[in-house]
């Protein structure tokens, strides 16, 4: 019977599978639908927030649309900069950090994890809406229900990996594009013939408007509604965080994604507006905006009452639909690698960087998926409020990125002659952005906008603790390496030859550190004299940091090997025979399991030595970020039959 994991998530990755990289990259096309979606099925609720903030100022939707579009172009050439200066990905974590400081990263990078959650709670709740606008009314009290089981099921399906989630739901994306191509050009066609009265309306419109109010009033009223369509520029980002899954050559590859994304983009949202004034669309109760665009373009057609009519909106709904779920893959590919990018910073804990048997974030989809869940609940999927909550971070992130970009080329402006070729279009990203920043905080901060700036300002403060608990433990262990770094023993003219059938201790370690040598020289104290051989151990953990490329892969394999050897020299100048054993792997436990079993075959009176950290007061906080990886072997060891001692190292006064 096949094992149940293996059905649900499928088969382990091999690691030293030479052709593993290309395989799980994306190329340009498949980076537009995993990330690109974000962004393009914004459109679903972007525009329609826009459209409302109007009020009954709808001619003001001619001049929305233009700037929507150049909005959208001018984002992502921005973006497409900060591809080619950070070619290895990170986004507007990596470029707060490097350009604005550490601090600055760690509020884009919490900004970008509440964003990338409400992503995926924002995308479920549009899409189960959409689906909605074709049922009755009395079936509402089901779309939470259905928002949360839709969750379960994507959360299962990035778990088997970022390439086969892609290709799953690629069909999805290409009937989106086909019904909403026919849907706006067609409603564009089918209004051109009321661009004479719509012209007379947008110029009449405009005087008598600005006669009533004002300039400046005029230009608040649509700054405001441009601002509260803010979502639809949500997705941009997403395909500089994603780079590192893309194919090679990544940088190119990014270029042409981001083109992909803003002309998509720019074409869905800015041709549903003036589709919404071209056709009189108006607000419908139980429908979104899209569902009635859809019904009064079949009815211009007099197709409303036919059947091809219906199917063409139930298509156009469904297909807007799933592409929402669609666009929650963002969420589950950027975020759990902006997750992995903070951990390895230590602002987050260390093991949400390592990777699952399949090569994903397998604790990063988790807590995505766990946290989407919570957010849904607390706003029972209203989109209206998602949308709100959503826009805050994003444009915070954004903001933070361009600024940093302005920096960065001020500063190689010596280094760049085109520098002044590019510092405008981040200083008007820059503009852009923090306007409707500020606009959306001052107009929506009582519905919703409060509560992410807590969440946010909340996470901030918990990364700051635990990198400052990371930091406290590195000083301690650099203490211990610095003093056990050298310490004496007694030459041996020729190593001594192992005997398997002595006692053997297996000593397992990570790396050549104070740590190991601290563990050798415990079970010399406690065991005087009694092991003949020791083994040591090690396991080179592939995560998010290294695994980026065959070269590391190889790199890491061979620094593993180096340390070992360092310990195997120490133990003939303590005068014990040793040898060593060793393995890459994505999971520690599992790994260290089987070459410890292996092990002992060998070497049949083995006794296997695992180190843990303790400290003086021991709290959740700390087991969270200090993984229980010895006490998981042992478990596991002595099941099997193999003694296994874990040996306490204490961390000074922590």
């Not at 074709?134 to 079936?139: A, D, E, K, T, V």
């Not at 709100?388 to 994003?394: E, G, T």
């Not at 920096?407 to 280094?415: D, L, Q």
């Not at 770094?485 to 053997?504: C, D, F, K, Q």
Request: net charge positive; with cysteine; hydrophobic share 50%.
């Amino acid at each position: 019977m096949p094992d149940l994991k293996n059905v649900l998530l499928g088969r382990p990755r091999d690691i030293w599978d030479p052709k593993i990289f290309h395989r799980i990259s994306l190329v340009a096309f498949l980076a537009w639908v995993g990330l690109g979606a974000d962004g393009l099925s914004s459109s679903s609720y972007g525009p329609e927030q826009a459209f409302l903030a109007l009020g009954s100022h709808k001619y003001l939707c001619v001049y929305l649309a233009i700037m929507m579009a150049a909005t959208v172009f001018i984002i992502s050439y921005a973006y497409s900069r900060i591809i080619e200066a950070f070619p290895n990905g990170g986004g507007g974590y990596l470029v707060a950090t490097k350009l604005l400081g550490d601090w600055a990263g760690l509020t884009s990078g919490a900004a970008l994890l509440v964003d990338y959650v409400l992503t995926i709670s924002v995308s479920i709740a549009s899409g189960v809406a959409a689906i909605w606008s074709l049922l009755p009314p009395r079936m509402h009290h089901m779309q939470l229900v259905v928002d949360v089981l839709v969750l379960v099921l994507l959360v299962l399906l990035n778990l088997r990996g970022v390439k086969e989630s892609v290709q799953f739901l690629s069909p999805i994306f290409f009937l989106f594009l086909i019904t909403h191509v026919i849907l706006i050009g067609g409603g564009l066609f089918e209004g051109a013939r009321h661009v004479p009265e719509l012209h007379r309306e947008v110029t009449q419109g405009t005087r008598a408007d600005l006669a009533a109010m004002g300039l400046v009033p005029l230009l608040l009223l649509f700054f405001r509604a441009y601002s509260l369509g803010g979502g639809t520029y949500t997705g941009i980002e997403a395909v500089s965080n994603g780079l590192p899954m893309m194919r090679e050559p990544r940088v190119e590859t990014g270029k042409k994604t981001m083109v992909l994304v803003a002309v998509s983009l720019a074409f869905t949202a800015g041709g549903i507006l003036l589709c919404y004034l071209l056709l009189s669309v108006f607000p419908q109760h139980g429908k979104t905006m899209n569902a009635a665009l859809a019904e009064a373009f079949v009815a211009g057609l007099h197709f409303g009452s036919t059947w091809p009519g219906r199917i063409f909106v139930i298509l156009v709904l469904i297909s807007e639909a799933l592409l929402l779920f669609v666009a929650s893959q963002s969420g589950f590919l950027a975020g759990p690698r902006i997750m992995a990018n903070m951990a390895v910073d230590s602002w987050f804990p260390h093991r949400f960087s390592a990777l699952s048997e399949r090569l994903t974030m397998q604790n990063g989809v988790l807590l995505m998926g766990f946290a989407a869940l919570a957010t849904l609940v607390y706003t029972r999927g209203r989109v209206e409020t998602l949308v709100i909550m959503y826009s805050i971070n994003v444009f915070l992130t954004f903001s933070l990125a361009q600024l940093g970009m302005i920096r960065y080329w001020m500063e190689a402006r010596r280094r760049h002659e085109h520098w002044k070729r590019h510092v405008p279009i981040h200083v008007v990203g820059f503009l852009l952005c923090a306007g409707i920043l500020l606009v959306t905080i001052f107009e929506k901060f009582t519905e919703g906008g409060w509560v992410t700036l807590a969440i946010t300002g909340l996470l901030v403060l918990f990364c700051s603790r635990v990198r400052r608990h990371y930091r406290q433990v590195a000083g301690t262990m650099a203490e211990l390496d610095e003093i056990l770094a050298n310490i004496p023993g007694h030459p041996t003219v020729e190593p001594r030859e192992l005997n398997p059938s002595a006692p053997t201790a297996v000593l397992l370690v990570s790396g050549y550190n104070g740590l190991g040598i601290h563990s050798l020289l415990s079970l010399l104290r406690v065991f005087p004299n009694h092991f003949a051989n020791v083994v040591f151990v090690a396991v080179g953990v592939l995560d998010s940091a290294n695994f980026k490329g065959a070269e590391e892969t190889a790199a890491l394999n061979a620094k593993t090997e180096e340390d070992l050897k360092k310990y195997v020299d120490l133990a003939r100048r303590l005068g014990m025979a040793a040898t060593i054993r060793f393995a890459l792997d994505t999971e520690v436990v599992s790994a260290a399991e089987k070459l410890c079993r292996d092990v002992h075959k060998e070497f049949p009176r083995a006794i296997v030595f695992a180190s843990k950290l303790i400290f003086r007061r021991e709290t959740a906080f700390q087991g969270m970020l200090h993984n229980e990886t010895a006490y998981a072997i042992q478990r596991r060891l002595q099941f099997s039959g193999l003694q296994t001692i874990v040996l306490p190292l204490r961390v000074g006064s922590l």
